[in-house]
């Protein structure tokens, strides 16, 4: 069998097993809430999430196109193949790691890093396209800042509206609600995450010769889209705990408000086009909602060390991308 199509066949089944591996390490981020404030029973929630990522993940491929084209040329980077074979294997490494301890770290900083540190590896600094490359940066920081805001908006109307009901209905009413805003979550999850593979599966098709074009096919999205379902059908319980306890004692009304608060966030993000971090999305909303009902309920400690995690994926997972970059050489 030809080298480059075995390399590609190897891309493939790792960006599969990425997604999958999305799928689990992000299943709480859909669900955290709901569970944690009984709406959903954990098993039922994973389900209901499973089907909507993978609904989600079918919904467009704008996301993925950008991924494809606006990192580095897919066309004319130098050792295309290994380039991104290295960067999946360093997602995935980085993904593991997190996953392991229950940190809830950004799968898409995690990529992105990856491909940018195994293509300067291969070609330096000037292989980059800084324009969409920075498009792609200045989106990641700036959604987990407009969901926080947004969280505090949303919720601090929730408490205007509701200020005189009745609170043991209220909740029994926003607990019913968060079905719905749940499912909202986990399909705005998958319009967005699972695109980022299909992105990568698409580079490796064009740097084997495989594609001319940067549209998306339709077993690439249907392949992503499958694998996001799975993993996101085996949860992710421990990083469930952190986002569904650890940052804040969350009440019906506070989920509903954080819920909506990052679809709408990812929705937006989704709709131009864009790849954002859906743990950062929704703990920041988390965090938002928190500090508008009580800031001192807010564990800052847990918020500042996912905050340090976000800040250091991206350098690390450039790295690690680099590094298993040229190990690869030596083989391939």
Same mark, same amino acid.
């Given at each position: 069998m030809d080298h480059l199509l075995i390399i590609t066949i190897a891309i493939a089944v790792f960006a599969l097993v990425f997604d999958f591996i999305n799928g689990f390490h992000d299943t709480a981020n859909a669900i955290a809430t709901a569970v944690s404030t009984k709406a959903l029973k954990p098993r039922h929630a994973i389900l209901m999430a499973a089907l909507l990522n993978f609904?989600?993940?079918?919904?467009?491929?704008?996301? %993925?196109k950008t991924v494809t084209k606006d990192i580095v040329d897919p066309f004319t980077l130098m050792n295309g193949s290994v380039v991104i074979? %290295? %960067?999946?294997?360093?997602?995935?490494?980085?993904?593991?790691? $997190?996953?392991?301890?229950?940190? *809830?770290?950004?799968?898409?900083? %995690?990529?992105?890093?990856s491909v940018a540190g195994a293509a300067i590896a291969s070609a330096g600094f000037g292989v980059l396209h800084y324009s969409g490359f920075v498009k792609i940066i200045t989106a990641l920081i700036i959604s987990p800042l407009l969901a926080f805001g947004v969280g505090?908006?949303?919720? !601090?109307?929730?408490?205007?509206?509701?200020?005189?009901?009745?609170?043991t209905r209220t909740n029994r009413n926003f607990r019913f609600f968060q079905i719905f805003t749940a499912g909202l979550q986990a399909f705005s999850h998958g319009t967005n995450d699972a695109q980022k593979a299909m992105g990568i599966i698409t580079m490796a098709l064009i740097a084997a010769n495989m594609q001319t074009g940067t549209e998306i096919q339709r077993w690439v999205q249907v392949a992503c889209a499958t694998a996001m379902g799975l993993g996101t059908a085996v949860g992710g319980w421990k990083i469930i705990k952190t986002v569904g306890g650890n940052i804040m004692k969350i009440r019906p009304a506070n989920g509903v408000a954080a819920d909506l608060s990052s679809a709408l966030i990812i929705f937006g993000a989704t709709h131009i086009h864009l790849p954002v971090?859906?743990?950062?999305?929704?703990?920041? !909303?988390?965090?938002?909602?928190?500090?508008?009902? +009580? &800031?001192k309920g807010v564990k800052w400690t847990t918020a500042q +060390?996912?905050?340090?995690?976000?800040?250091? $994926?991206? *350098? &690390?997972?450039?790295? &690690?991308?680099a590094l298993v970059y040229f190990i690869l050489q030596l083989f391939l």
């Open positions: 609904v989600g993940a079918l919904y467009s491929t704008g996301v %993925a074979l %290295a %960067a999946l294997l360093s997602a995935i490494i980085w993904n593991l790691v $997190t996953w392991y301890y229950g940190i *809830p770290s950004s799968s898409s900083h %995690a990529l992105i890093g505090y908006i949303v919720y !601090s109307v929730f408490k205007v509206v509701f200020k005189n009901s009745n609170l971090s859906t743990t950062h999305v929704v703990s920041s !909303s988390i965090l938002g909602v928190g500090s508008s009902h +009580r &800031i +060390r996912m905050v340090v995690t976000w800040v250091i $994926t991206l *350098p &690390i997972s450039s790295l &690690i991308a």
